[in-house]
């Protein structure tokens, strides 16, 4: 194993590295260099960091601090955040290949922003609130509180390390929780620098801990931990169904984002221009591997030979290449899995009788001999009963679906999926636009754009693409439980209901 000049990481537990015995290889995958080793973490690494979070949890440093003061100390980790960001790039680029532009934009450029929102959040959360007196049953004053939970775990998928990390950090942290949270095994380079930047920026030891494994035993180990109150985790439906059932066993609280097939409703009077360009945007961003990624294109039959023109024409204006390079517009899959994965689909797509308009598999040239590459492929002739229309292929794959042009139809081709993440409509006629709108099943609608996420505005899925939403201005709460608080203010033991069992003359 060739590691000269590869740097090894490790995972971070009470505020100190932690080696283990065994590493994974971090490979890029542009070219399959190998870029650093990590420290494979075991079910013993998540015991104690477990152990770790619930003693600072319990010492009450952190959960006993004011809002403001848990807000302060989180802004300034945002501040660190925007110090590394170059440093925090270079990671995310090698690790899971986002090009430069993705990651200064998306993977690493939301960082700092989505932090803040949390501090901010922090310093406003409303943690007590008194209740008008209530004279029944018994005269009484009532107070309610919103008290962190504990420990709270998150286990995190590959594709946007670090902002989806701090989708689970920044609300539990500024809720007064302690945090341990699991890294995909094969990007776990940026969540892992920023424990140590949070550190070294003033967040105090054992309040966030980050462990790496593997899903089957560690992932699994973290979710059932009978000292973790909550499990948050993004990721694959079905692992996410595994969570919840392990989960179960002790009855945690769970928040589910998981997959997507992001249908794009089309009405006749779309911007053809615009749109040509949105749904390549839509399907390619980071190659496809997005969640809430517009990967069905629903398309009236009066334009859709040329909307498929226009869309074939700009694919091919798109350039793949090194994604350290400024100019580069599509960067690799990330493992060599997704690749393989991704190729069986465009086979499956075209043994069901789709057509592919264009790409449909690796793309020539030296440059594209390592690493996983795969051309922007756009299938027309789908029917949306296809498995390419029906499961997840996450890679730059877009489905064109032909239908009649009126919108009732359209809803109900985007209504037909066991996914609800994220839909998008398109038209010039807002109101009819908007109409459309409240029909989608997904937790995220835009009209006119896609790929639009805000820290302010909440974020999650219908159906099978999750359960809770991160984000928005009430992404706190479901890192709290609510306490009821009832103080009697009648202060006689005849206004009381005791007579309901005991007789006043005994
Ligand atoms: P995955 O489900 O394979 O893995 C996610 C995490 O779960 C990894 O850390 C893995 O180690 C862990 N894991 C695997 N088996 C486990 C088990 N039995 N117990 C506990 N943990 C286990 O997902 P992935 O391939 O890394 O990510 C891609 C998926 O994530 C896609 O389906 C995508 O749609 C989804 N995703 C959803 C969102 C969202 O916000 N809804 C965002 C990004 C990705």
Same mark, same amino acid.
């Given at each position: 194993?060739?590691?000269?000049?590869?740097?090894?990481?490790?995972?971070?537990?009470?505020?100190?590295?932690?080696?283990?015995?065994?590493?994974?290889?971090?490979?890029?995958?542009?070219?399959?260099?190998?870029?650093?080793?990590?420290?494979?973490?075991?079910?013993?690494?998540?015991?104690?960091?477990?152990?770790?979070?619930?003693?600072?949890?319990?010492?009450?440093?952190?959960?006993?601090?004011?809002?403001?003061?848990?807000?302060?100390?989180?802004?300034?980790?945002?501040?660190?955040?925007?110090?590394?960001?170059?440093?925090?790039?270079?990671?995310?680029?090698?690790?899971?290949?986002?090009?430069?532009?993705?990651?200064?934009?998306?993977?690493?450029?939301?960082?700092?922003?989505?932090?803040?929102?949390?501090?901010?959040?922090?310093?406003?959360?409303?943690?007590?609130?008194?209740?008008?007196?209530?004279?029944?049953?018994?005269?009484?004053?009532?107070?309610?509180?919103?008290?962190?939970?504990?420990?709270?775990?998150?286990?995190?998928?590959?594709?946007?390390?670090?902002?989806?990390?701090?989708?689970?950090?920044?609300?539990? /942290?500024?809720? *007064?929780?302690?945090?341990?949270?699991?890294?995909? #095994?094969?990007?776990? %380079?940026? =969540? &892992? $620098?920023? @424990?140590?930047?949070?550190?070294?920026?003033?967040?105090?030891?054992?309040?966030?801990?980050?462990?790496?494994?593997?899903?089957?035993?560690?992932?699994?180990?973290?979710?059932?931990?009978?000292?973790?109150?909550?499990?948050?985790?993004?990721?694959?439906?079905?692992?996410?169904?595994?969570?919840?059932?392990?989960?179960?066993?002790?009855?945690?609280?769970?928040? /589910?984002?998981? *997959?997507?097939?992001?249908?794009?409703?089309?009405? #006749?009077?779309?911007? %053809?221009? =615009? &749109? $040509?360009? @949105?749904?390549?945007?839509?399907?390619?961003?980071?190659?496809?591997?997005?969640?809430?990624?517009?990967?069905?294109?629903?398309?009236?039959?009066?334009?859709?030979?040329?909307?498929?023109?226009?869309?074939?024409?700009?694919?091919?204006?798109?350039?793949?290449?090194?994604?350290?390079?400024?100019?580069?517009?599509?960067?690799?899959?990330?493992?060599?899995?997704?690749?393989?994965?991704?190729?069986?689909?465009?086979?499956?797509?075209?043994?069901?009788?789709?057509?592919?308009?264009?790409?449909?598999?690796?793309?020539?040239?030296?440059?594209?001999?390592?690493?996983?590459?795969?051309?922007?492929?756009?299938?027309?002739?789908?029917?949306?009963?296809?498995?390419?229309?029906?499961?997840?292929?996450?890679?730059?794959?877009?489905?064109?679906?032909?239908?009649?042009?009126?919108?009732?139809?359209?809803?109900?081709?985007?209504?037909?999926?066991?996914?609800?993440?994220?839909?998008?409509?398109?038209?010039?006629?807002?109101?009819?636009?908007?109409?459309?709108?409240?029909?989608?099943?997904?937790?995220?609608?835009?009209?006119?754009?896609?790929?639009?996420?805000?820290?302010?505005?909440?974020?999650?899925?219908?159906?099978?693409?999750?359960?809770?939403?991160?984000?928005?201005?009430?992404?706190?709460?479901?890192?709290?439980?609510?306490?009821?608080?009832?103080?009697?203010?009648?202060?006689?033991?005849?206004?009381?209901?005791?007579?309901?069992?005991?007789?006043?003359?005994?």
């Amino acid at each position: 194993m060739a590691t000269v000049g590869v740097q090894h990481h490790q995972m971070f537990i009470g505020g100190e590295g932690k080696d283990a015995a065994e590493r994974y290889e971090i490979r890029n995958p542009a070219n399959e260099e190998l870029v650093a080793t990590v420290a494979k973490g075991t079910v013993e690494d998540v015991d104690q960091a477990v152990a770790v979070a619930k003693r600072t949890f319990e010492r009450g440093g952190w959960s006993g601090m004011t809002g403001e003061d848990r807000g302060a100390v989180l802004l300034r980790v945002a501040e660190a955040v925007s110090e590394h960001v170059e440093e925090l790039i270079e990671l995310e680029i090698a690790a899971n290949g986002a090009t430069v532009r993705q990651a200064g934009g998306f993977h690493i450029g939301l960082a700092a922003p989505h932090l803040t929102y949390f501090a901010e959040l922090a310093a406003k959360q409303e943690r007590e609130r008194g209740i008008a007196t209530a004279p029944y049953p018994t005269i009484s004053q009532n107070v309610l509180r919103r008290e962190p939970i504990g420990v709270c775990a998150g286990i995190l998928p590959w594709n946007f390390p670090l902002v989806l990390a701090l989708w689970k950090i920044g609300p539990a /942290l500024a809720a *007064g929780n302690t945090v341990v949270i699991k890294t995909d #095994e094969k990007t776990p %380079l940026s =969540t &892992l $620098a920023f @424990a140590r930047i949070a550190h070294e920026a003033g967040l105090p030891a054992g309040v966030l801990n980050v462990i790496t494994g593997d899903g089957e035993d560690v992932g699994a180990r973290l979710a059932s931990h009978p000292d973790v109150g909550k499990v948050a985790f993004t990721g694959s439906t079905a692992v996410g169904r595994e969570i919840m059932r392990l989960a179960s066993q002790t009855v945690k609280k769970v928040s /589910l984002e998981l *997959g997507g097939k992001g249908a794009a409703v089309v009405l #006749e009077d779309a911007d %053809l221009e =615009t &749109l $040509a360009d @949105a749904a390549l945007f839509g399907c390619c961003l980071y190659s496809g591997q997005m969640c809430e990624s517009i990967t069905r294109l629903v398309v009236p039959e009066s334009i859709h030979d040329e909307l498929v023109e226009r869309i074939v024409r700009r694919a091919a204006t798109i350039r793949l290449g090194d994604p350290a390079d400024f100019d580069t517009d599509l960067g690799p899959v990330v493992s060599a899995e997704q690749h393989e994965r991704i190729l069986s689909y465009l086979e499956i797509g075209r043994a069901e009788g789709a057509t592919v308009a264009t790409g449909g598999g690796v793309p020539e040239g030296a440059a594209f001999e390592r690493g996983f590459w795969i051309e922007p492929t756009v299938f027309v002739d789908v029917t949306n009963d296809m498995r390419i229309a029906r499961e997840e292929i996450f890679g730059p794959v877009l489905c064109v679906i032909k239908y009649s042009g009126d919108p009732a139809e359209g809803v109900a081709i985007a209504n037909d999926s066991i996914y609800g993440l994220s839909a998008s409509v398109w038209s010039e006629d807002y109101e009819q636009a908007l109409e459309v709108a409240a029909k989608l099943q997904a937790g995220t609608v835009w009209v006119n754009d896609v790929h639009m996420v805000d820290p302010a505005l909440p974020f999650g899925g219908y159906k099978q693409s999750g359960l809770g939403r991160e984000l928005g201005p009430d992404a706190l709460n479901e890192y709290t439980e609510v306490k009821h608080v009832h103080i009697d203010l009648s202060r006689k033991r005849e206004a009381r209901a005791y007579d309901m069992v005991l007789s006043s003359d005994a």
